[in-house]
């Protein structure tokens, strides 16, 4: 079974631009959620989007956003990008997302370098 | 709110050494808890898992309990080896997403 696939790998973008990456979640899962990892931060919770709709969001501008497609596949948007977007964006995937002990699966990331 | 404290790392070690993590956690309510293991340039791969109070997750040599009373999820192994160096993260559940420690990097010397 193939896991949470994310693209891409790596890039590379100059300040003020806007970049998009996409995820694959495992197959049969329809929870889908965003998470930046950066040495200063750690790991934080950009939203979660589930049957095409946001369900959950944290605490980031609005220059961040979502959206997930009717096959659960799903991509993030960051437009206007800073400096201190650079980061790893994680993806993954749960069954259903909500507290009941389902575990969430995270692809490889997308490591973003903001110049 | 909902937060996740760990152990500060760097964590170094000799192979075959005892291995603790520790990680305490702030809730309401009772969100099932996780262990994450992030190996250099790589994602986080889930290690083991927790759903209640009193249960053992378990993977690899690893092991967690979950327990309530110290709300605490500490990570053992008895004997790392080198391939276990890594970087490892405690989570817990909060109504659909995870709320992380900030990681505890652990080096495994021969």
């Known amino acids: 079974k193939a896991g949470v696939t994310q693209t891409p790998r790596y890039l590379i973008k100059t300040r003020g631009q806007q970049v998009t990456l996409s995820c694959s979640p495992i197959s049969g899962h329809r929870s889908v959620s965003w998470y930046q990892q950066t040495p200063g931060q750690g790991l934080q919770f950009l939203f979660e989007y589930f049957s095409e709709t946001q369900r959950n969001k944290g605490n980031f501008p609005g220059r961040f956003s979502g959206r997930q497609f009717s096959n659960s596949r799903s991509e993030m948007n960051v437009s206007t990008l800073e400096l201190g977007d650079s980061a790893l964006y994680l993806c993954?995937?749960?069954?259903?997302?909500?507290?009941?002990?389902?575990?969430?699966?995270f692809g490889e990331g997308s490591w973003l370098t903001v110049v | 709110g909902n937060s996740v404290t760990q152990m500060e790392g760097p964590v170094t070690l000799s192979e075959e050494a005892f291995l603790t993590i520790n990680c305490t956690y702030t809730a309401t309510g009772y969100p099932s808890l996780f262990w994450y293991v992030q190996y250099p340039g790589e994602g986080l791969q889930l290690l083991l898992k927790a759903t209640k109070a009193d249960d053992k997750g378990s993977n690899k040599g690893f092991e967690a309990t979950y327990r309530k009373e110290t709300t605490s999820f500490h990570l053992e192994k008895g004997s790392v080896q080198v391939s276990d160096s890594a970087v490892y993260f405690c989570a817990l559940s909060d109504r659909g997403k995870l709320i992380f420690g900030q990681g505890t990097e652990l080096s495994v010397k021969p």
């Open positions: 993954a995937s749960s069954l259903v997302g909500k507290d009941s002990g389902n575990t969430i699966y």
